[in-house]
T-cell receptor
């Protein structure tokens, strides 16, 4: 069975500050890992994915995440927060890629302080 | 825009009724997955269809059923609606053969009263 834990249901950072959203996973097989963003009343947009290639993954909108097997973590970072980054962020894990059955975390709501 | 479209965008149903939600997958994709996202929660996997066959199911009762058509579009049917079925229902399409990640539609907001 797989699971994802997102530490911090709400995170607030000042505009221009570092964004760090935490995700720890549990998987019995080598995982595929994903970060999605959801704006109010919208679907999910893929930010980035880890598919067993490079451990440091770069995504859209300046976000990146590092896969650390020893820590079972896949934290999302962005060096400088922008007001438009305010949204809900979900970490997800899957055993497959291409027909993934995603297991999501409970989400982290990111607020940007002007 | 992902090319995955869902209809309707919103609907309200009464407890005990039945509902059908629709999803058109992105061109070239042959796999459709459905998720339920309750308010304030992460999406929960309902089931997946690949080439018109169910290919995995989450922890949802049999009153949740689905179909996939030859053009790879899909339907989610829910019978005997309960208040707890109120949620955002998300459809995701991907290509198992083409090895691409899932792209999500905008969702259908279902309210059961």
């Amino acid at each position: 069975a797989q699971s994802v834990t997102q530490l911090g249901s709400h995170v607030s950072v000042s505009e221009g500050a570092l964004v760090l959203l935490r995700c720890n996973y549990s998987s019995s097989v080598p995982p595929y890992l994903f970060w999605y963003v959801q704006y109010p009343n919208q679907g999910l947009q893929l930010l980035l994915k880890y598919t067993s290639a490079a451990t440091l993954v770069k995504g859209i909108n300046g976000f990146e995440a590092e896969f650390k097997k020893s820590e079972t973590s896949f934290h999302l970072t962005k060096p400088s927060a922008h007001m438009s980054d305010a949204a809900e962020y979900f970490c997800a894990v899957s055993e497959n890629f291409g027909n993934e059955k995603l297991t999501f975390g409970t989400g982290t709501r990111l607020t940007i302080i002007p | 825009e992902t090319g995955v479209t869902q209809s309707p965008t919103h609907l309200i149903k009464t407890r005990g009724q039945q509902v059908t939600l629709r999803c058109s997958s992105q061109s070239g994709h042959n796999t459709v997955s459905w998720y339920q996202q309750a308010l304030g929660q992460g999406p929960q996997f309902i089931f997946q269809y690949y080439r018109e066959e169910e290919n995995g199911r989450g922890n949802f009762p049999p009153r949740f059923s689905g179909l996939q058509f030859p053009n790879y579009s899909s339907e989610l049917n829910v019978n005997a609606l309960e208040l707890d079925d109120s949620a955002l229902y998300l459809c995701a399409s991907s290509s198992r053969d083409g090895n691409t990640e899932a792209f999500f539609g905008q969702g259908t907001r279902l309210t059961v009263v």
